[in-house]
DNA sequence: GCACAGGTAGAGGGATCATTCTACATCGTC
DNA sequence: GACGATGTAGAATGATCCCTCTACCTGTGC
């Protein structure tokens, strides 16, 4: 159910993984606690189910319809992704945090794997720049991760890396 | 009591923040739950101290006796944080991790921002390039979140924006 | 009108964990 | 060689948490 992966994703992007109880999930989930383990046996899989939402979220919000002009894409990305943290997640990147929370689970260390190669290889097909992928991902992290501490100087400066990145192609 | 806080920083390191239970830190502290206490009276402040120690081992590692040559500077600071991470962690900030185990904690948040402040300061001073310390530190946390996935091709990617960062300079 | 699939509410078990406290050992100093 | 400060070992406590289970409700097809 998508009600309730959606509520997940909420509690955790809100309250960290550690703090929210399965009640709290529950309460967010708005479900009773027999369905919540029906759909999410273990708390282990309520994250999963949490981060695949958000995985299949971030994409559409982040790369659809990006302008075709390589410049003009780059812009958008940056800005999009400043408007993703800005109403989605108060800090950081919620499947880095997720890792960091259990750094034993190798489920989530695969997921999180999963989710930055499709990161990395949608930005390089939006901007034109094939094989610039991993340089286009770290400036997207970079951005995801001092967003919070600089917002709008933050987006400036990834736009200008990546101005920088076209120039030097 | 450095011994205390090194062998802190070890076990959340490798075991994350919400995994290790009071008696694994004390394990890893190599004192009794007693003097644990005595010097950090909650977990809370455990965390704490092994943060203020790995911010003093970090800066120390990253920034002492760096190139003159601008451009030297620059590789040679990729190469160290990428040496930084083989050694000392296998995932990630630790600071950030922290934050993200625990995001209502302000303490630890004014601690990040400290940490990160400083990197980006030093950043900039060593490179020689004042002002631009908001990119540096951009670079430096991609490469840092980037590297775990990565490896050596995060360090050449670092190293190229940062030298397109020097030419749009 | 009824049976049934699938829902809610919520109590309880069993385990873990942070923190405190008691009892004993060690070591430097006079 | 005795004393006090400081350390170790580890049990006890009180709370929390994940997960299961019981008992009851609701809506739909026939």
Redesign the interface.
Known sequence: MTKIASGLERAFA??????PSVEDLRDAAGVSLRTLYKYTPSRDDMVHAALEHRHRRYLERVFDALPADRIAALDALMERVGGWMETET????LF??A??????DARLRALL?RH?GEVAARAAAATGLAGRG??L??????????WP??RD??VA??K??G???V??T
Do not use: M, N, W, Y
């Open positions: 809100g309250q960290g993984f550690a703090e108060s800090h950081g990147c880095h945090a890792v960091a929370a259990a750094p034993g794997e930055k991993i340089d991902l770290l400036i997207l992290e970079g951005l995801t991760q001092t501490l600089h100087a933050a400066s990834a200008r890396l101005r920088a990145l120039e030097i």
